[in-house]
């Protein structure tokens, strides 16, 4: 069986309506993809973020008809601004042909991320499991290898460093690199519960379920206002890394690591500033247009 895949590139305010014309043109799915590189890491609590430029694409079974269908769109789409492309998919084993995008990556000299599916190439190495599934925190971004890195070449067996609070921990992927990697004890919180969902299966997957315990924000404040960490990490955006130092600062011990990441290079400066109350700030690291800083919290 064959399939007809159209897709809508337009601007977000015209989203549902390109939706809606998709389905009600006979579209079995519809997915929305960014059309302009646009990251959109941490969206706030009940947020639904799109991208500015976006890519709506509908699968239709195709059966010959395909100009009755972009007739029907036009006509749906009067007034809108949109450009229009199809394309023929012969079927295939879809999962399987998506899965051959992931790869294992490695980061450092030790931590290997691996999908599931696909054998260590390095048995020996830190291999970290994970189910390319997950749409956030596998490693691919930017602002997550540069953490990963850190960890790497920071984190060693039989140190002091011995817990870690993941703040906005996503997929887990920080407070499992850190268990894998020497840390005792590491503590997750996120606004998400199905990233709480996640970190408890890839916790469980790398065999560290009974190091890591997860935390929605208001739970944890409540049971950890007091607790300090050795390291504390968030890879969040720079608005609430902002918001948040003098929380996140609390949670450090005195001489403790702090970690940040989801940050651009025009805010680093801002950042920098904010977090030098508290901490004694090293220079930016730098990936591509993204930086992580890295500061030991003041006596």
């Known amino acids: 069986m064959s399939w007809l895949q159209i897709s809508i590139n337009t601007t977000k305010n015209n989203t549902e309506t390109a939706e809606d014309c998709l389905f009600s043109a006979g579209a079995q799915t519809v997915t929305l993809t960014d059309a302009a590189d646009q990251p959109i890491l941490e969206p706030g609590p009940e947020e639904t973020p799109v991208w500015n430029d976006v890519i709506i694409t509908g699968l239709f079974s195709f059966d010959g008809k395909q100009q009755t269908i972009l007739d029907h769109i036009a006509q749906c789409l009067i007034g809108v601004d949109f450009s229009c492309e199809t394309q023929i998919l012969e079927d295939q084993n879809w999962t399987r042909a998506w899965m051959d995008h992931f790869h294992a990556m490695q980061f450092g000299q030790r931590l290997w991320v691996c999908p599931l599916h696909i054998d260590p190439p390095e048995p020996e190495a830190v291999n970290l499991r994970l189910d390319p599934g997950l749409a956030f925190g596998t490693g691919t971004h930017p602002t997550t290898s540069l953490c990963l890195r850190w960890l790497d070449q920071n984190i060693q067996a039989h140190t002091e460093q011995s817990t870690l609070l993941d703040y906005g921990c996503g997929s887990g992927i920080?407070?499992?690199?850190?268990?894998?990697?020497?840390?005792?004890?590491?503590?997750?919180?996120?606004?998400?519960?199905?990233?709480?969902?996640?970190?408890?299966?890839?916790?469980?997957?790398?065999?560290?379920?009974?190091?890591?315990?997860?935390?929605?924000?208001?739970?944890?404040?409540?049971?950890?206002?007091?607790?300090?960490?050795?390291?504390?990490?968030?890879?969040?955006?720079?608005?609430?890394?902002?918001?948040?130092?003098?929380?996140?600062?609390?949670?450090?011990?005195?001489?403790?690591?702090?970690?940040?990441?989801?940050?651009?290079?025009?805010?680093?400066?801002?950042?920098?500033?904010?977090?030098?109350?508290?901490?004694?700030?090293?220079?930016?690291?730098?990936?591509?247009?993204?930086?992580?800083?890295?500061?030991?919290?003041?006596?």
Not at 187 to 195: F, N
């Open 174 to 299: 920080l407070a499992i690199a850190a268990c894998l990697l020497g840390v005792d004890h590491a503590d997750g919180v996120d606004i998400d519960p199905q990233a709480l969902t996640a970190t408890h299966d890839n916790a469980e997957t790398n065999r560290v379920r009974d190091k890591i315990k997860t935390f929605l924000p208001d739970a944890y404040q409540k049971q950890h206002a007091d607790t300090q960490y050795d390291i504390v990490a968030a890879n969040i955006l720079s608005g609430p890394l902002a918001e948040l130092a003098p929380i996140l600062a609390g949670h450090t011990k005195p001489g403790g690591d702090i970690v940040l990441s989801g940050i651009l290079r025009e805010q680093a400066g801002v950042l920098i500033e904010t977090y030098g109350k508290f901490f004694a700030m090293d220079d930016p690291v730098f990936e591509e247009d993204w930086v992580l800083l890295h500061g030991i919290k003041k006596q």
